[in-house]
């Protein structure tokens, strides 16, 4: 938790004489101005005993230190047409018990410890008189064994009354995922000129979302996705029942239908109640339901409590099976057991403070939030992770 709070307030200091130069935000400016800085810092802890490197059995214990920083800037053209520019960069490190196991016989490899950088920059252009925005956008991801490129667009139209609005936004990812095989797999165990294969993911999105009165608003979402390429991990083992021991086999295509519902209900001037269902389907064979409520509190005009509570349910894939089940008989086969059948659990709450003239006295940190929450799942495994997420306006 310490090293959550040094790491935000470090990049705060950063950030610290931005903040106290943002213009009034009533002003409509044809220069580009700094609009909102986010900093969010989050750690991630992790136990279990499903490793998919060591073919479903061993340990799952792992720890994730994850910090993003948010710079949304905006400007209005002379047709009064507002562009808002989003340039985010994420920093996560992590250290995994189980990646260190790829090579079995070394007390700790590189794989025990790895850092992912993943930036993006978001353009949109809205028209408030007519009700409309167009999108697009780029990112990256890169880290040690994984580097992703994507690229997105979108488009979105309001109701004459405002009240609803249709939004549709298309996006592709192109990765390279290195072929990092277990030691004993390798035909020269010292060589680390791994090689690279491709996997490519397309997807579409479709939402609707419609004020029905005061109280409620409700939105509507369906997505599909196609993944194409090699969709296994090569350091992923299975083992079969005769002690022999393989890399993960997936087939190289795979297609996702995520359909959702969302509604906000707010009751009184205290209450809101924020429910969400997902359901998911792909033709690996996993089913899906996903059930979240979150139920914001606010205490005084300044801070609110938000307990939430998140249940999931999903089958297994097709080529699942435990430690040593897997047959030569079987054309695919895996022992990752987040393709297993599983139910999960994610409870937890949050903390808010808004207060009018800044948290803390300071004017412009205008949002702090704090939110923890303990997931566990019913086949051994349970984590916790601990948000802080400071907002400059």
Same mark, same amino acid.
């Given at each position: 938790?310490?090293r959550?709070?040094?790491t $935000?307030? +470090?990049?705060a200091a950063? !950030?610290?004489s931005?903040?106290q130069?943002?213009p009034?935000?009533?002003?409509?400016?044809?220069?580009?101005? $700094?609009d909102e800085?986010n900093l969010?810092?989050?750690?991630y802890?992790?136990?279990g005993?499903?490793a998919?490197?060591?073919g479903g059995?061993?340990t799952q %214990?792992l720890?994730?230190?994850?910090?993003v920083f948010?710079?949304?800037?905006?400007k209005?053209?002379?047709?009064l047409r507002k562009?808002?520019?989003?340039l985010?960069?994420g920093?996560?490190?992590y250290t995994s018990a189980?990646?260190d196991k790829?090579?079995?016989?070394?007390?700790s490899?590189?794989?025990h410890?790895?850092?992912r950088i993943y930036p @993006?920059?978001t353009w949109?252009m809205?028209?408030?008189q007519?009700g409309? #925005?167009i999108t697009?956008?780029?990112s990256?991801s890169s880290?040690?064994?994984?580097t992703?490129?994507?690229v997105?667009?979108?488009?979105?139209?309001?109701?004459k009354?405002?009240?609803g609005e249709?939004?549709?936004?298309? %996006?592709a990812f192109?990765?390279q995922?290195?072929l990092?095989? /277990?030691?004993?797999?390798?035909s020269?165990? &010292?060589?680390?000129?791994y +090689?690279?294969?491709?996997r490519n993911t397309i997807a579409g999105?479709l @939402?609707?979302?419609? !004020?029905? *009165?005061?109280?409620l608003? $409700?939105a509507?979402?369906?997505d599909?996705?196609?993944?194409?390429?090699?969709l296994?991990? /090569?350091f992923?083992? !299975?083992?079969?029942?005769?002690?022999?021991?393989? %890399?993960?086999k997936?087939p190289?295509?795979?297609?996702?239908?995520?359909l +959702?519902?969302?509604? *906000?209900y707010f009751?009184?001037?205290?209450?809101?109640?924020?429910?969400?269902?997902?359901y998911?389907?792909d033709?690996?064979?996993?089913?899906?339901?996903?059930?979240n409520?979150e !139920?914001?509190?606010k205490i #005084?005009?300044?801070f609110?409590?938000s307990?939430?509570?998140r249940?999931y349910?999903?089958s297994?894939?097709?080529?699942?099976?435990?430690?040593? %089940?897997? #047959?030569?008989?079987? &054309?695919?086969?895996t022992s990752?057991?987040d393709?297993s059948?599983?139910? @999960?659990?994610?409870?937890g709450?949050?903390?808010?403070?808004?207060?009018?003239?800044?948290?803390f +006295? $300071?004017?412009?940190?205008?949002?702090?939030?704090?939110?923890?929450?303990?997931y566990?799942?019913?086949i051994?495994?349970?984590?916790?992770i601990v948000?802080?997420n400071?907002?400059?306006k």
């Open positions: 938790m310490k959550i709070f040094l $935000v307030l +470090g990049i950063l !950030v610290k931005f903040a130069q943002l009034d935000s009533s002003f409509q400016s044809r220069k580009l101005k $700094v800085i969010v810092s989050s750690y802890n992790q136990n005993d499903h998919a490197v060591t059995i061993g %214990q720890t994730d230190l994850a910090n948010d710079i949304k800037l905006t209005y053209d002379r047709k562009h808002a520019f989003d985010e960069l920093i996560d490190h189980s990646s790829i090579d079995l016989k070394a007390n490899s590189a794989s410890a790895n850092t @993006s920059l949109s809205e028209n408030e007519k409309s #925005t697009a956008g780029v990256s880290e040690f064994d994984y992703s490129f994507g997105n667009a979108g488009f979105s139209k309001k109701t009354d405002r009240s249709l939004s549709v936004k298309i %996006q192109f990765d995922v290195k990092v095989t /277990p030691v004993e797999l390798r020269n165990p &010292e060589d680390k000129s +090689g690279s294969a491709n999105s @939402s609707w979302t419609q !004020v029905i *009165n005061k109280n608003q $409700v509507f979402l369906a599909i996705v196609h993944q194409q390429g090699f296994s991990l /090569p992923y083992r !299975v083992y079969f029942t005769d002690g022999s021991v393989h %890399q993960e997936l190289d295509s795979r297609f996702k239908v995520p +959702g519902f969302r509604a *906000n009751l009184g001037d205290r209450f809101i109640i924020r429910t969400w269902y997902r998911y389907k033709d690996w064979g996993i089913s899906s339901h996903t059930v409520i !139920v914001p509190v #005084t005009s300044f609110s409590v307990p939430f509570y249940f349910n999903q297994a894939v097709k080529y699942f099976a435990p430690y040593e %089940q897997h #047959t030569a008989q079987n &054309e695919f086969y990752n057991y393709l059948k599983f139910n @999960s659990n994610f409870l709450a949050g903390i808010r403070l808004a207060p009018p003239n800044g948290v +006295g $300071v004017k412009h940190w205008n949002m702090l939030e704090i939110r923890y929450g303990h566990t799942k019913n051994n495994m349970n984590a916790n948000s802080l400071i907002k400059y």
